[in-house]
Structure formats: structure tokens, C-alpha cells
């Protein structure tokens, strides 16, 4: 893969962000601007009498109460899991935690899951980086109501890797996920099995996440508009579903599972000690060999599989993995505002891009053997440029923020308004483009959304927004000004990153997270930085219908920053 620079491009209008904070102090009007339809509701999926399970799971959602700081029980959502059938280890409760157990399966497994809820609200789950049929997938159309149950009815394609579930409900994902409505999947394979990696005690899920808590330790969630156009931050990191979380080892090789839970906040991970972290897997499974990096950045929806080695460390010694400081992923005045103890910003007392640890390791027993680190961990097809159905007109993916709200090529979501560009021709390759416009959101929801080299049907890498051109809409110095980083997810089959290309300023704010992205592997969510451009390549293969794609800063994807391909 490759990164680009073009030096040539200079600062637009210094990125200060004013514009974006004073419309976010608007009152309520401003949100009745945000332009997204009703969701049709569809019935509950029941049993087939032809599908015959391997495994089955009776999963609920419901309110719960957990002990999470001292003193007052916090009141939660939470997944409860019970195994019908399949074998004893496809769930693992994480002790004292408000997430939802692990759910481990195995590649070629039949899979059942009964998805019940006793929420006051319409929820439905998703399987993150799971390649299932669209209507298993957790689309909002699905929502169920309290009382109501849908069966989730697939087959595990996936390679091994870690995935996620949690709610995808229509304008409140970002709510039951910080509320606790969260999990992690761990799948299984041969490949993977065969490298005798560590596992068992030695396989460590680590879920970060972060939260606000009142007087009373009850949970603060966006109570502003400005939270929902930045991204809600909160001021206290849980790993686990627990603070101040420390871990201890033996004197050996370990699995860390990483993934980062949190509605928008981005971690830039990196021991204390400046030990190199090795990554052995991302999103989509594992790499075709390790790969050593100084640090790591980590998105919402992201994943990291980790080697870590306490060989040679003596008893007592300790470890602190940190989020070491970055900056660039929001516009300039909030990050001064989060910085500078301004009024209002929930994440000041842990601004986005400041040095804080995540947790820590201590060695608590010697052992003399550990596993060796295999030199090779998989195989996966590489996909070119000249392998895709079109090659010189890429699926377009256009970030572009303003006042009212975020949008992806232009547009807010509303069920059935997929563009012609958005139209994919089942059983293709793609290649796809993701890229800021900087011209705001204006002329593009105005003009009837995108168009490529002057074409209503092209897919073209010549990217026009609704006919005003770049610098439509809110105009370039105001989208520059708003200018953030977003992880953009696809729902479905993962897809290989061929490039990155800067092509307009943040010279100095991607040089602070730059060395930190992984450069191969399969992947499903990617971190596209301001005035960044990233081509993709992604199979859309198995299954046809709807699939959604959308920015994992969930605050933003209930905000309407969110599309749907059609897989025909």
C-alpha cells in the first residue's frame, strides 16, 4: 500500500472549527434539519424448519444494574446469552462486566441466534465484520420491539478474526451502545488453529470504551448538539467494562484481543516503555506475518490482535499500555476547547489526543516455557486494481461535514434512497474511493446529491458534488474548517486498503498518527483522516440486498451520516 503527500496543497483557513462549534450551540430547530426519514419496520424473522443449527443462542437485551465504581450500582442495557445448543466454550461471561458475554465459533458452523428484548425502545443486533445474508445482517428495518424476538439464521463464513455485536437501531446505536449493548465474537478456524497461538488464560479480550458518570455513578450521555456533531467523550477510560484496569501475567507469550468499544473516541496505543507493538491480526483476521509498530491507532470498530511477550520480565515489573497524544482527528477550536477547560466539553478532563493509560500489566509469576512467534500466520488472496469490475471509476464514499449535520455523498440516510452510485452489480469486485469533499454538506443535499464526471450513472474517480463542484455547498474554507477523521465501516465481506493519499493539509496532524496505521490485512472499518483520501478494494460476493456503510463514530451515524449499498 502506498502513502501520498502533496506538499503543494497548503492549510486551508487553519482548520480552527469556530464555524462547526457556534452552529453546534443552536437550539433545537437545528435538528429538525438533519433531514432523515422514518424507518419502515418489517416483521420478525422466525424459525426455519429447513436450518438446522449447530449451534443456538437465546440472546436478550434488557435494563440491568451493574457495579461498575464504588458505592451506587449503574444502571445499564446488557446483553444476557443462554446456550440452547453447541459446544460449552461458544460462550464466556466476562466477570463483573456490563458486556455482553464472548460468543467463540467455529468457521462452517450453522448458527441460530434468538434475539429477544425487554428494552423501553426498537433495538436489533448487528454482527460486525460478520459476512451474513442482508437480512441477517441487523439492518434498522428489523428493529424489534419490546416482547418481540428475531431469529438470526447463517452459516460463519469468516476466516478467523475478532468481531463485535451490538444494536443498530435506527437514530439510537450510539445510545444503547453507551448505555452497554456490546460484544465481542472470537471465530475460529483451521488455519488458525494449526499456529498454536496462545489461548485459553493466555487469550485476553480487551474492550475499551469510555464513559461519564455523575454524582450518583449513573451514566451521562450527549445532552447537546455539539456531542452528537463532535462525537461524544467521556472522561474516564473502562477496560472490560471495569476502570482502572490491571491484568496479571506470567513471564510469557499472550493474545491480547483489542478492540476499541467507544462511540467516537480514538486511541493512539503504545506501551509505556516504548516496547514495540506486534500485530499479528486487524479487523478481518490475521496478517500474513507479524508486523512490528512503534504505536497503533484504534477507531471505533476497530480490532487488533496482539502478541505480547512478557518473557525475560522479571516478577513485579509492570507495563502500561497509553493512548499517546495525536492530534487532527477534530477541527482545531474543539480540540482547543477539550484542551483548554472551556465550559461545556465533556472530554476536557481527558481532551482527544492527550497522553492517558488505558491499563496495566503486572508480572506475577515466573514460567519457564512460552510459545515462539511464527514467522508466517496465514494466507488470504491480495486483490488488484486491474482485478475489479472498475478500475478507473471507483464507487464513490464522500465525507463532507457542515453546520446540520454529517453526510456520506451528500445525502442523509432515508431508507430507500440509494443512489445510482451506491447500485453494485452482485458477485463483483469493487474498487472504492473514500474522500472528504470540504465543501460542506449544502450543495450536495440541495443539488440532489453526487455526480461523477457529469454522469448520473458513472462510478468515476472525477467526483462533482451536485454540480457546484468542490468547493459547493458551504464552500471549501468552511468544510476545511470542519475538517475531521471518521471510521468508515462497510457492512459485509471485508475489504484490502490500496492506498492513502493526502491531498490537502495536516501535514504536521497526520505525521502524529500516520506510522500507526496497519498497512495489509483484511479490513472493515478504516480511519480516513481530513483531507485524506483511501482507496479500498471489497468483494460483494454470496449475497444480495441491502448492506449498510456508515461512519463508526456512532454519535455521527445516528446523525444521518450513514448510506446503504444495493447489492442487485
Known amino acids: 500500500m502506498k502513502h501520498i503527500i502533496n506538499p503543494s496543497r ?24 438533519e433531514g432523515m426519514g422514518e424507518m419502515p419496520k418489517m416483521a420478525p424473522n422466525k424459525a426455519s424448519a429447513n436450518f438446522h443449527a449447530d449451534v443456538e443462542i437465546n440472546l436478550l437485551c434488557k435494563p440491568s444494574t451493574v457495579s461498575i465504581l464504588p458505592g451506587q450500582p449503574t444502571r445499564v442495557q446488557q446483553y444476557f446469552a443462554k446456550l440452547v445448543k453447541g459446544p460449552a466454550n461458544t460462550l464466556t461471561e466476562i466477570p463483573g462486566s456490563y458486556l455482553g458475554p464472548v460468543l467463540r465459533f467455529e468457521k462452517g458452523q450453522k448458527i441460530r441466534i434468538n434475539l429477544s428484548s425487554e428494552l423501553d425502545e426498537p433495538t436489533i443486533t448487528h454482527w460486525h465484520g460478520l459476512h451474513v445474508p442482508a437480512m441477517m445482517d441487523g439492518h434498522p428495518l428489523y428493529a424489534i420491539d419490546k416482547g418481540q424476538t428475531f431469529v438470526y439464521e447463517f452459516e460463519m463464513l469468516n476466516r478467523s478474526g475478532m468481531n463485535i455485536y451490538h444494536p443498530h437501531p435506527h ?51 450527549a445532552g447537546h448538539m455539539r456531542d452528537r456533531m463532535m462525537g461524544f467523550y467521556g472522561d474516564r477510560i473502562l477496560v472490560n467494562g471495569r476502570p482502572d484496569f490491571n491484568l496479571d501475567v506470567a513471564s510469557r507469550a499472550y493474545r491480547f484481543r483489542i478492540l476499541n468499544g467507544s462511540t467516537a473516541r480514538i486511541y493512539k496505543l503504545a506501551w509505556d516503555d516504548n516496547s514495540p507493538i506486534t500485530v499479528i491480526g486487524t479487523d478481518g483476521g490475521l496478517l500474513e506475518t507479524p508486523v512490528n509498530k512503534p504505536y497503533v491507532m484504534l477507531a471505533p470498530g476497530e480490532r487488533l490482535d496482539v502478541w505480547v511477550d512478557f518473557s525475560g520480565r522479571n516478577v513485579g515489573s509492570q507495563l502500561v499500555m497509553r493512548s499517546r497524544s495525536f492530534s487532527g482527528v477534530l477541527p482545531k477550536m474543539a480540540e482547543r476547547m477539550m484542551g483548554g477547560g472551556m465550559g461545556g466539553m465533556h472530554g476536557k478532563a481527558l481532551p482527544v489526543g492527550s497522553d492517558y493509560p488505558i491499563f496495566s500489566v503486572k508480572v506475577t509469576r515466573q514460567v519457564s ?70 465543501g460542506g454538506h449544502g450543495g450536495m443535499g440541495m443539488m440532489g446529491g453526487m455526480k461523477h464526471g457529469g454522469d448520473d450513472n458513472a462510478q468515476g474517480s472525477d467526483h462533482k458534488m451536485g454540480g457546484m463542484g468542490m468547493m459547493g455547498g458551504m464552500g471549501g474554507g468552511m468544510g476545511m474548517m470542519m ?57 460483494f460476493q454470496d449475497f444480495k440486498g441491502l448492506f449498510m456503510y456508515h461512519c463508526h463514530n456512532l454519535e455521527h451515524e445516528d446523525m444521518g451520516m450513514m448510506r446503504d449499498l444495493l447489492i442487485e
Open 171 to 221: 437514530n439510537a446505536t450510539a445510545s444503547q451502545v453507551y448505555h452497554g449493548l456490546a460484544g465481542a465474537i472470537l471465530v475460529n478456524d483451521e488455519e488458525e488453529r494449526r499456529l498454536e497461538l496462545p489461548g485459553g488464560e493466555y487469550e485476553i479480550p480487551i474492550v475499551i470504551q469510555d464513559k461519564l458518570f455523575d454524582a450518583q455513578n449513573q451514566l451521562i450521555y
Open 369 to 438: 516455557d512460552s510459545p515462539a512467534l511464527p514467522g508466517k500466520l496465514s494466507t488470504y488472496k491480495h486483490y488488484q486494481i486491474s482485478d475489479t469490475s472498475n478500475p478507473n471509476k471507483p464507487v464513490p464514499i464522500a465525507i463532507s461535514e457542515g453546520p446540520m449535520a454529517m453526510r456520506l455523498n451528500g445525502r442523509p440516510y432515508a431508507y430507500n434512497d440509494v443512489l445510482p452510485s451506491e447500485r453494485i452489480p452482485f458477485n463483483t469486485l469493487q474498487l472504492m474511493e473514500i474522500f472528504h469533499t470540504h
Open 10 to 33: 497548503r492549510r486551508f483557513f487553519a482548520q480552527t472549527g469556530a464555524g462547526l462549534l457556534a452552529y453546534a450551540a443552536l437550539p433545537s430547530w437545528l435538528q429538525a434539519m
Open 483 to 539: 475538517s475531521m477523521a471518521h471510521p468508515i465501516h462497510m457492512h459485509g465481506q471485508s475489504f484490502q486498503i490500496i492506498s492513502r493519499t493526502l491531498k490537502m493539509g495536516g501535514g504536521e496532524d497526520y505525521a502524529s498518527v500516520k506510522d500507526g496505521f496497519i498497512e495489509g490485512g483484511l479490513k472493515d472499518t478504516v480511519l480516513v483522516m481530513p483531507g485524506e483520501s483511501v482507496k479500498v478494494i471489497k468483494p
